[in-house]
């Protein structure tokens, strides 16, 4: 693929980050639109954290991770790291207060010079204080990779942490000790590259393959279905429907449908939120809601089971004005 920074951005797109926020009753009445002006953050990955009911949005122009307000007004959250890093998917870990995030070096990634490979890290803060806890070198796993590029972040039930390298084709795990180790290469025969992905309670993980074509349409694509105690039993998810084409960014719902962001296989940076359900424990599935909606990278889901897009502007990665956006099916 061309290394441009539009190619990037519209590539970046593909990111996700899967983000999730668990039911609470406690919700909080969220406005369907948020505006926040006056930071050239260029956000690919979204998080509502539901202690304080505010957004988190990474950056892949390397700033820290911000927390914006529901009335758009920001501040920087994270804090303490040894170097900066661009940053794609976001997962909050309320269990163990920790946020997880997903880290490449975009700058290696934007310079046109294939013997810069990047790198893939994960990245673990403390919820409250945003201070940086523990920093993990992902991609010295994998040296004979071409490049490196850590999109999204999954956490299953006893705090093991998945991440997606979408240029190394595989999956990283990090166990609660720290230790970092290659989870999953893709054998599935599907030549698209492992993006959005969550956990599943059941004991698997979900993930979407996809590559983005020339055109910047997605293409390659499949959902793939991963037991967290056998990765080689990993199964493709049997979807038909032509609206499905990959996922960006993609959430698992307490009712147990994935929501995600998608192309809408008509041009460049247009997007459709899907949700999928499946009725026999994911060996198939089906598209049950589509919306189109505004370029956006990914979604994350309220207490109140809310949909919010963080909207992008992949033409202008130091455009200053971002939008948080409700969708509603």
Do not use: H
């Amino acid at each position: 693929m061309k290394q441009t920074i539009i190619k990037i951005a519209v590539i970046s797109a593909i990111s996700l980050s899967v983000n999730s926020c668990k039911s609470d009753s406690n919700a909080t009445v969220l406005p369907t639109s948020i505006k926040i002006e006056g930071i050239a953050q260029n956000p690919e990955g979204i998080e509502f954290n539901k202690n304080d009911n505010t957004f988190l949005l990474s950056s892949l122009n390397a700033s820290p991770v911000i927390k914006v307000n529901t009335d758009g007004t920001f501040k920087s959250f994270t804090s303490g790291e040894k170097f900066p890093l661009s940053t794609s998917g976001l997962q909050i870990d309320y269990k163990r207060n920790r946020l997880l995030v997903a880290g490449f070096n975009g700058t290696e990634l934007m310079d046109n010079d294939d013997s810069t490979k990047g790198m893939s890290y994960l990245r673990i803060y403390n919820l409250e204080t945003g201070v940086i806890e523990k920093s993990i070198n992902l991609s010295s796993l994998a040296p004979e990779a071409s490049r490196y590029f850590a999109n999204d972040i999954a956490v299953d039930s006893d705090g093991n942490v998945y991440i997606s390298d979408w240029y190394a084709n595989l999956i990283y795990k990090v166990d609660t000790e720290g230790k970092a180790t290659i989870f999953w290469k893709n054998n599935s025969g599907i030549e698209g590259t492992p993006n959005g992905l969550d956990f599943n309670p059941n004991g698997y993980l979900l993930v979407s393959l996809v590559n983005v074509g020339d055109k910047g349409l997605y293409e390659n694509y499949g959902l793939i279905k991963i037991p967290v105690t056998n990765a080689d039993l990993s199964t493709t998810v049997n979807i038909s429907d032509v609206k499905f084409s990959g996922f960006d960014g993609m959430v698992l719902t307490p009712n147990g449908t994935i929501i995600g962001v998608t192309n809408n296989q008509k041009v460049a940076g247009g997007n459709t939120l899907l949700e999928l359900s499946s009725s026999d424990n994911w060996k198939s599935a089906k598209v049950i809601n589509s919306k189109d909606i505004t370029t956006s990278t990914t979604v994350a889901l309220t207490p109140d089971n809310k949909n919010y897009v963080i909207n992008q502007n992949f033409a202008d990665s130091l455009a200053k004005t971002w939008t948080i956006e409700q969708i509603k099916f």
